[in-house]
């Protein structure tokens, strides 16, 4: 017989994956943040040559 109520990890896989999401958001962030400043580095020591 299944149980009656409410799903029982709904709350938790919610949870999980928005703080997942969250992480990953903020990597991507960081590497494209990365990419800019080296890209500003290398456009600047071409300028110096």
Not at 41 to 47: A, G, R
Request: positive net charge; glycine residues 2%.
């Amino acid at each position: 017989m299944p149980k009656k109520g409410k799903a029982k990890n709904t709350v938790n896989k919610a949870k999980h994956s928005k703080l997942m999401d969250r992480k990953k958001n903020k990597l991507k962030k960081e590497a494209a943040l990365r990419k800019e400043r080296l890209k500003a580095i290398v456009t600047k020591s071409k300028e110096k040559d």
